[in-house]
């Protein structure tokens, strides 16, 4: 086992992880609900059906990241997780109404009258809660990194609770709603016929744009409004890895125009991956810049060490289980096998 120093940066780079897999697949969940809200034309009950066949087999496993999150959050940096539940207390809730009545709409249409025809009242709820979960989640992300979420004494200092509002976080969360409705597009060209995955195509193309635009925006934004995370983003830590994630945006998209869609699927999804790594790069060693490090908010040695201890084997059951469960149903589509 480690040195007792170390635990803190294995136990963060273990939720890393977890954030990680959580907005490379959960996030192309979120993405399609966004798609299934703003269907339209004559092919708009193909392109619902589609989606609902893509997430039907695998959306729920896939929250399993955001709860492993949670439990390594509030098990490994307690002092954090308690500043996050009071500063960020209206934007997590809301993200948990979110995810409940995405999951409620998404079953409760599935048995509904009409439902592939059109969404009705679960089907907009189930569109508008995929669009407001993911752009709280990216708000919060970028509250810990601003510096307007202060703490002092393990509270919350005045004007805390309202970082998340601030322009950059924002900006951050426009940018996950977008990433989160590219990645889907992507996805859905490997689960789609002729016809519907060429319109997921354009799909595709027109949020790798939106997706770009904000991009520098966004940079923009953290330049004026957050220095220290503008910093950290260009040190030699830091800089190789965002430069990386910022080289496979246009490569994804190219892979995507000349309809290499595999290629492009990996691209998309090692992209998301590289800027939340960069992020975290730039944003150590703090949980939340200025006042709380990962050091300070961890739990005690001992309680760090059971957790690492835990992981070999809560792993062992959890990957085999999900390969099997994308195996039997990802297995079944004959387009992502024609592809």
């Known amino acids: 086992m480690p040195a007792a120093e170390l635990l803190p940066e294995l136990v963060g780079l273990t939720a890393l992880t977890a954030l990680v897999l959580y907005a490379v697949l959960a996030g ?14 004559p092919r708009a009950a193909q392109h619902r059906a589609a989606i609902a066949a893509a997430m039907g087999p695998v959306w729920e496993a896939n929250h399993v990241w955001l709860i492993f999150l949670i439990v390594l959050l509030f098990t490994g940096f307690p002092a954090a997780f308690a500043v996050l539940s009071v500063a960020l207390f209206w934007p997590f809730h809301l993200v948990l109404l979110g ?7 998404f079953v409760f249409r599935a048995h ?63 940018l996950a709603l977008t990433l ?3 990645l889907a597009a992507v996805y859905l060209t490997l689960e789609t016929e002729e016809q519907v995955r060429e319109d997921f195509r354009r799909r595709a193309l027109g949020a790798w744009l939106v997706g770009g635009a904000l991009s520098l925006g966004t940079l923009l934004l953290t330049y004026v409004d957050a220095p220290r995370l503008w910093e950290g983003l260009v040190s ?17 998209g190219l892979a995507m125009y000349r309809r290499h869609y595999a290629t492009a699927r990996t691209l998309a999804a ?24 990962l050091a300070a908010a961890a739990a005690p040695p001992a309680t760090l060490r059971a957790v690492l201890w835990t992981l070999p084997f809560g792993t062992a059951l959890l990957l085999p289980s999900l390969w099997f469960l994308f195996a039997v149903f990802k297995g079944r589509n004959p387009a992502a096998r024609g592809s």
């Open 180 to 182: 989160c409705a590219y």
């Open 99 to 105: 995810i409940a009545l995405r999951g409620a709409a």
């Open 236 to 252: 030699p830590r830091a800089a190789g890895v965002v430069l990386a994630g910022i080289l496979l945006a246009p490569a994804s």
């Open 270 to 293: 090692l992209q998301v991956a590289l800027l939340l790594v960069g992020w975290a790069l730039a944003q150590w060693p703090y949980v939340i810049y200025p006042d709380v490090t």
């Open 28 to 41: 192309a969940d979120f993405g399609g609900g966004v798609w299934d809200l703003l269907a339209t034309g």
């Open 112 to 174: 509904g009258r009409a439902a592939a025809r059109a969404p009705g009242g679960w089907g907009t709820v189930f569109g508008a809660a995929s669009v407001i979960t993911p752009l709280l989640l990216g708000a919060c992300l970028g509250a810990v990194s601003t510096g307007d979420l202060r703490v002092a004494g393990g509270a919350v200092l005045p004007g805390g609770q309202t970082a998340w509002l601030s322009p950059l976080p924002t900006a951050i969360g426009a």
